[in-house]
């Protein structure tokens, strides 16, 4: 089946400090990946999706790029703010039939920043 | 534009009684919502795949009759929770697949947490 495993956390960093959370993935035909942030006490939101090898998914400053030949689609940021303070979650989302299709979750990285 | 809400965002219920929780696709019309259920510091687990007019598609180990999901329009879905006990206390999530933008991007609803005592 389909699974993804990302880095456990919590990651703790000062404010500019650059970011790293590796995020591995398992998955049969050409999944879709996706990185989705959780505030404290909110929803999940989407951050940024690549939909294809080689793309590069961008948005707020973070971005990943979808590497098929390591399986991985690594989320990074050069400069993180308190703001960022957040769970991050790394998801695929394949066909479970037909024009189906579920999102898959790793268990989420809790980023810290401090001033 | 695509928001998703839920309704109400926290519960308290005594055990035995059953919660409705409401999904809304606020400014878009959403043929298939997803159920998902996350515990703390645990990845987001889909219950079940709920389309607009037919039956909801439940996962492996899920109980459809306990719970119990409807999808009577293209902009709600709701999740009932029949004959809670303490162990339904979770953090139920919704979202909406919004079809024009791309068939698989998901829209997630802010949650609802269920404490059941």
């Known amino acids: 089946g389909n699974s993804v495993t990302q880095m456990e956390g919590p990651v703790t960093l000062s404010e500019e400090a650059f970011l790293t959370i590796n995020c591995t993935y398992t998955?049969?035909?050409?999944?879709?990946l996706f990185w989705y942030v959780q505030y404290p006490g909110e929803g999940l939101q989407l951050l940024l999706k690549?939909?294809?090898?080689?793309d590069k998914g961008s948005n707020k400053g973070f971005e990943a790029t979808y590497r098929k030949e390591t399986t991985s689609f690594h989320l990074e940021k050069g400069s993180v703010q308190v703001s960022d303070s957040a769970v991050y979650f790394c998801?695929?989302?394949?066909?479970?039939?037909?024009?189906?299709?579920?999102?898959?979750f790793g268990k989420g990285t809790l980023l810290t920043v401090n001033p | 534009g695509a928001v998703v809400s839920q309704h109400p965002s926290r519960v308290i219920c005594k055990s035995g009684t059953s919660v409705k929780i409401e999904c809304r696709s606020l400014?878009?019309?959403?043929?298939?919502m997803f159920w998902y259920r996350q515990f703390p510091k645990q990845s987001l687990m889909l219950m079940a795949t709920?389309?607009?007019?037919?039956?909801?598609?439940?996962e492996q180990g899920v109980e459809k009759d306990k719970f119990l999901i409807n999808h009577a329009s293209l902009t709600l879905s709701t999740l009932t929770v029949t004959s809670a006990h303490p162990e339904d206390s979770s953090f139920y999530i919704c979202?909406?697949?919004?079809?024009?933008?791309?068939?698989?991007?998901?829209?997630f609803g802010p949650g609802t947490r269920l404490l059941v005592l």
């Open positions: 709920s389309n607009e007019g037919s039956k909801a598609t439940y």
């Open positions: 979202s909406a697949r919004l079809t024009g933008e791309g068939w698989e991007t998901q829209y």
């Open positions: 998801a695929l989302s394949a066909s479970s039939g037909g024009s189906n299709y579920k999102l898959t």
């Open positions: 998955a049969t035909g050409y999944p879709s």
């Open positions: 400014d878009f019309q959403a043929t298939t």
């Open positions: 690549a939909t294809k090898a080689d």
